[in-house]
T-cell receptor
Framework: NAGVTQTPKFQVLKTGQSMTLQCAQD?????MSWYRQDPGMGLRLIHY???????DQGEVPNGYNVSRSTTEDFPLRLLSAAPSQTSVYFC????????????????FGEGSRLTVL | SQKIEQNSEALNIQEGKTATLTCNYT??????LQWYRQDPGRGPVFLLL?????KEKRKERLKVTFDTTLKQSLFHITASQPADSATYLC???????????FGGGTRLMVKP
């Protein structure tokens, strides 16, 4: 049981390049989300999904795109990278968040560290 | 605007003492509040949840209180150990329970 797996762990991009951060979970969680973490800013929600085919915007969605074609995968796309997108990105999933039951515990991946030059 | 505030300054305490971390929020009516631990270079790990109708929750050496009148949660670690050194994050659920919003975290340093 791998939990939440993020790839790549590190990436350096040039301004204007595009890339996809991959996230996969093997816990059959309906809920998945992407956060970015910056010094002094804490974790900020980018996008989330409550099930396959359903996505919604979080607090800071601009510049990012997501899709959810399967329960397991939730990739995050940067269409035209900017230096302001330099950050650590975390994918997280939950069994019960959004259902109003259980603890709503989020299971996080180990993070993807992105630098945009 | 909605805010979740945690003390951004590091908390330094001596081993064996009780550590108390604070989470204050404004303009929220959270259904529940969670606490997470984050070690350097790692993702956050869930510790405890407390619901709006609960005053206190305990788990081993951890205790969380929730005062919806003061809009504040306190997180206590009793008999603290150097291994408890980490950043602790509080988080609130909003938007019909689909969005978990985090505070900035407080770094705890427990000295032997």
């Amino acid at each position: 049981n791998a939990g939440v797996t993020q790839t790549p762990k590190f990436q350096v991009l040039k301004t204007g390049q595009s890339m996809t951060l991959q996230c996969a979970q093997d816990m059959n969680h309906e809920y998945m989300s992407w956060y970015r973490q910056d010094p002094g800013m804490g974790l900020r929600l980018i996008h989330y999904s409550v099930g396959a085919g359903i996505t919604d915007q979080g607090e800071v969605p601009n510049g990012y795109n997501v899709s959810r074609s399967t329960t397991e995968d939730f990739p995050l796309r940067l269409l035209s990278a900017a230096p302001s997108q330099t950050s650590v990105y975390f994918c997280a999933s939950s069994y019960s968040l959004g259902r109003g039951a259980g603890t709503g515990e989020l299971f996080f991946g180990e993070g993807s560290r992105l630098t945009v030059l | 605007s909605q805010k979740i505030e945690q003390n951004s300054e590091a908390l330094n305490i001596q081993e064996g003492k009780t550590a108390t971390l604070t989470c204050n929020y404004t303009n929220y009516s959270p259904a529940y509040l969670q606490w997470y631990r984050q070690d350097p270079g790692r993702g956050p790990v869930f510790l405890l949840l407390i619901r709006e109708n609960e005053k206190e929750k305990r788990k081993e050496r951890l205790k969380v209180t929730f005062d919806t009148t003061l809009k504040q949660s306190l997180f206590h670690i009793t008999a603290s150990q150097p291994a408890d050194s980490a950043t602790y994050l509080c988080a609130l659920v909003r938007n019909a329970g689909n969005m978990l919003t985090f505070g900035g975290g407080t770094r705890l340093m427990v000295k032997p």
